[in-house]
Structure formats: C-alpha cells, structure tokens
C-alpha cells in the first residue's frame, strides 16, 4: 500500500556532529582545534576579564572536578599530567634547537632537523 511505508531512518543530531566533526579534522587536521579553541578562550578573556573566570570556578569548578574524578579516576589526572609534560619537554627541546641552528637557516629546515 501506498501509504504504509515506514519512514526513513535519518541519523541523530550527535551522529551528524560527529560526522561533521570528523570531516573537519581529515580536512584540515586536529591542529585545527586547538587553533579555534585558543581563539575561543582569548575571545572570552577578552570579552570578559579575569573575574568572569573566578565566577564560573565558584559555581561549578568543584562540582566539575568531582563529576571528572568520579567518572574518570585518579589515572585520568596522572594520564593527561603526564601527557602535558611530554608536550612541555618537546617544545623545549624544539626550542633549544631552534635557537642552536644557524639563524640563515629557515623554519622548515629547523623542524626537519
């Protein structure tokens, strides 16, 4: 019958954002994101001051944390400490590279190196 047809199934909103989310990063990688979220946070400085930031600690800063340790666990903060760390100690050894090459050469020889 012509009219009993079942509807289509589309996908969900989480599902298409996903989907858009992981378009964006094949296209234009997931440096992308912390380039936008940097932007995004000066924006809010910005836009807000530094007592704007106390504000949203006090309200749900504690709830938060705990909401985060609860679900996640003690490893999570050892995990991301851990990964913070590494990111700090390459940046430094970039760092003490870049000043140690000679200052002719350019700035895709000193990462190549």
Do not use: C, N, W
């Not at 996908?11 to 380039?35: D, I, L, N, P």
């Not at 895709?108 to 190196?113: F, M, N, T």
Request: zero cysteines.
């Amino acid at each position: 019958m012509p009219g009993t047809q079942e509807p289509k199934k589309g996908m969900s909103v989480r599902e298409a954002g996903q989907k858009g989310g992981e378009t964006v990063k094949k296209k234009y990688g997931s440096a992308f994101y912390e380039q936008i979220g940097r932007k995004g946070g000066m924006a809010t400085k910005l836009a807000h001051g530094h007592e704007f930031y106390e504000t949203i600690g006090k309200k749900g800063g504690k709830k938060g944390g705990e909401a985060t340790r609860d679900r996640y666990g003690p490893t999570f903060y050892e995990e991301i400490g851990h990964r913070g760390g590494q990111k700090v100690k390459k940046l430094i050894e970039e760092g003490k590279r870049a000043a140690a090459a000679p200052s002719g050469t350019t700035h895709a020889e000193k990462r190549a190196s």
